[in-house]
């Protein structure tokens, strides 16, 4: 009966185990789907440029209608008077057709933007927070650990002073006991202490040179990520498409940023604070945008161009400073890892969306891009539902290779020996030096 006990709860923890784990995945399609798709023109809980999403599907005329909608918005303005309606308290904007979404992903997104709330008041960014959670972590490990050195130190001082009282009970006649800082146990074991601690220090700090790890220059205008990322759900891809299709991350040109603030000259959002206490003014930020951009915020003009540079008057490009700086010898390729190997932004710079200033999260060496490639596994194309990366396609044959059990020469089934369940980036050949060095 207990066993059966203990069977039926661990079953029931796993169900929930994997309920929880599916539901997330699902949840985490929709807050991509609607981040990349969606969220130029929608918020969850504010209007945009159209409606607010959270509870769309409750004031909609049928449960299937959402799906018609996303496929083909002009013409259900056409033909239903809901979208009709929609239409008139919109206009002129008409949303985008996305008649590549499949049923599932728009659930996804509408069960993302129901559940959606908004970002609490900052408290320390969460990576932060680990981060600093890890340190206090070594930080008490090494207090206990000197208290221990101390407790042990004097036990065996009162071993010794013991064993010379008992001895004098005895009358056996012993020397006076020699005091610790001319024992040579003692100095010996210091001395090799003081050695390894020094040699770790000096070791970890040479190869530590150049790395620039929490690295957070001031920037030339306070441009925050919490605001455009975060609050305003503002896709990387609208500012760093460099990523999809190039090796860099590529930073906006002016013009990008002016496609919105032409309209918005005023911040009225959460107050921004730096970390040092004092407060940002961001309407006065948005003033050093248009200094750059050299635009007139009252006529709504660029000034005219009497120099003859081809640039409005007064403009100049704004000079951000690089934060993430690999070596040279290093070759490191975003769209190689954004596209085609499906990494998140998030996993390497941390949650930028959080981030006031942008701060280098990953330590950016070796080591870090190397455990990485041990770990990942690569997108292998899968020929049975076509999802996958098809440029691996060309190796179907050895995936074959892979499986389980293969025929024999004479035909009958045995245990491959070359069997793997999956194929890490190691396997491909991530961690060859001339991949990542020229
Ligand atoms: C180019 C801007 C734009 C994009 C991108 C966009 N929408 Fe829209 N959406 C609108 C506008 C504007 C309306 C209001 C109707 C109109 O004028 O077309 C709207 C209306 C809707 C409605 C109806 C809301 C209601 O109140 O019933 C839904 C649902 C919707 N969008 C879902 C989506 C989803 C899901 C995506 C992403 C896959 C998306 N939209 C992307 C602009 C956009
Ligand atoms: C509205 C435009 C915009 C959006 C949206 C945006 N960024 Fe940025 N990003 C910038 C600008 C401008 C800089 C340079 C100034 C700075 O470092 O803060 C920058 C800097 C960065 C840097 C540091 C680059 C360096 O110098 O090494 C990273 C990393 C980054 N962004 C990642 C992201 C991610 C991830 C997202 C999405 C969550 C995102 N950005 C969304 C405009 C944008
Ligand atoms: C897709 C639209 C969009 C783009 C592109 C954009 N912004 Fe913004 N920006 C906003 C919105 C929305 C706000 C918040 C306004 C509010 O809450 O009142 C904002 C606020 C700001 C602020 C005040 C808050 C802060 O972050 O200090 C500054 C400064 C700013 N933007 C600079 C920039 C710069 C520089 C760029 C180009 C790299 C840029 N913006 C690109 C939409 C945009
Ligand atoms: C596999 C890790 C990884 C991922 C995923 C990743 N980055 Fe980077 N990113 C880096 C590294 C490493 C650098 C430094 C590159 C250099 O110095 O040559 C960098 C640099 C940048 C820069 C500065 C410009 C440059 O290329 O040096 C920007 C902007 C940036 N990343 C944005 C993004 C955005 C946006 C995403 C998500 C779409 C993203 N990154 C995804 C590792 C990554
Ligand atoms: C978060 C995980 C992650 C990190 C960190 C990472 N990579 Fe990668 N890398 C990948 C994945 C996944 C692929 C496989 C992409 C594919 O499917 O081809 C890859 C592929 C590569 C390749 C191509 C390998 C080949 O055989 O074609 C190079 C080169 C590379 N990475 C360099 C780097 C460098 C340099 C760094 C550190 C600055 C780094 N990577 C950090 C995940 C990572
Ligand atoms: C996945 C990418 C990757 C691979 C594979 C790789 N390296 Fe590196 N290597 C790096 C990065 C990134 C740095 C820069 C580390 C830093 O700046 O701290 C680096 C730095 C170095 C350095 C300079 C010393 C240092 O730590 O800064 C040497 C030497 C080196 N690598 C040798 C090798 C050799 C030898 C191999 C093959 C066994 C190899 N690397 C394979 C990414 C890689």
Redesign the pocket.
Known sequence: MIRYKKFISRFIASLILIGFISNNTVFAQGEALFKAQCANCHKPNQDYTGPALAGARNREPSKDWVYKWVANPSGMIASDPYAKGLFEKWKPTVMTAFPALKKAEIDAILDYVDAYKEPVAPSGTAAGATSESSDNNSLLFGILTLILAVVAFILLQVNSNLRKLSDDKEGVLRGEPVPFYRNKTYLMAAVLLLFGLGGYTTINGAMGLGRMKNYQPE?PIY?S?KV??GTNQ???L???GGTQDSKS?S??SVN??MN?HMAIKEYKGEAITREDGTSVNGTAEIQKLYAYAGWNPEKKEYNPDNNKDGLPDGAHP?E??????LPDHVYFNHSQHVKVGKQN??TC?GN??EMP??Y?YSDLSMGWCINCHRESKVDFYNKADSTGNKFYSIYEKFHEQMKDSVIDKSGRKILNPHRMDSVTVEKIGGTECQKCHY
């Open positions: 920037q441009y990520h455009h990322a503002i896709s990387c609208y500012c760093h991350g930073i906006p990008v940023c919105c704004i951000w400073i690089k934060i993430h700086n932004c998030q710079h930028i969306q200033e942008v280098q």
